[in-house]
């Protein structure tokens, strides 16, 4: 089985309104589906769940 997508993950950080703003960007960024570069490969970039942070 071979994908065709690279998923980037991105730890949330210590405010969760920059953790919403940074899932709201991953979002964006995806929906570009830019391929890697010399590649086929799509990019998905996606947050984690910030809602562990206080």
């Keep these: 089985m071979t994908s ?5 993950c991105i730890n949330p950080v210590s405010a969760p309104q920059r953790s919403r703003a940074i899932a709201a960007l ?3 960024l995806t929906d570009a589906e830019i ?3 010399g590649t086929n490969l ?3 970039y ?3 769940d910030a809602s562990g942070i206080t």
């Design 4 to 8: 065709s997508a690279l998923h980037i």
């Design 26 to 28: 991953c979002e964006k």
């Design 35 to 37: 391929a890697y570069p």
């Design 42 to 44: 799509v990019l998905h």
């Design 46 to 48: 996606f947050a984690k």
